[in-house]
């Protein structure tokens, strides 16, 4: 029963006709997407481990002054598949705009509903809700990795004012924006 009540009730998050659960497979589909390709960080700080190393008569041994890469040149783009998730909410949002205008044009039946902001409500929920969804799984991954850096990297290799510097990215690419 709370599986219908669910279901009802993100039905009601967009246009009636669109197909919610072909939307939601999309909407999986690119956050799925997303998180593999945020694996590249993974290989980009297995590399930069194994350059810390040496081996000396077939022993693993840190190399004198061996210095780990920043965490933010490791990083990356590889939280861009979830920019680019977000960006393309914006082509939903649209996309259920204009499909009021399509076949019977319920755009006149939605601006004379009760509830003026219905037709808001239902262009606007499911793309918002998905950018949400994929804006805390890349804060959420950008936390787990940097703890990964922080946990395999050894104390001394490791440059200053990591935490810093990822904030500093953060604002510098805000403002290309």
Not at 94 to 113: A, D
Not at 117 to 125: A, G, H, P, Y
Request: glycine share 6%; with cysteine.
């Amino acid at each position: 029963m709370k599986w219908k009540n669910l279901q009802s009730k993100m039905e009601s998050l967009v246009p009636a006709g669109i197909d919610l659960q072909q939307e939601l497979k999309w909407i999986r589909i690119l956050l799925t997407a997303s998180f593999l390709y945020s694996f590249i960080f993974l290989l980009a700080l297995s590399n930069a481990y194994q350059g810390l190393f040496i081996y000396v008569a077939k022993k693993k041994v840190l190399m004198d002054g061996a210095i780990m890469p920043d965490f933010v040149k490791l990083l990356g783009n590889s939280l861009a598949g979830f920019l680019i998730t977000v960006l393309s909410m914006i082509g939903i949002l649209l996309y259920h705009y204009l499909y009021h205008f399509q076949g019977s044009k319920s755009i006149y039946l939605m601006k004379r509903l009760p509830d003026r902001w219905e037709l808001w409500k239902r262009c606007l929920s499911l793309p918002i809700l998905a950018a949400l969804v994929s804006f805390c799984i890349a804060a959420v991954l950008l936390i787990v990795y940097f703890g990964i850096y922080l946990l395999i990297t050894p104390e001394i290799c490791l440059l200053p004012n990591q935490w810093e510097k990822i904030w500093e990215a953060f604002f510098k690419a805000g403002r290309h924006i």
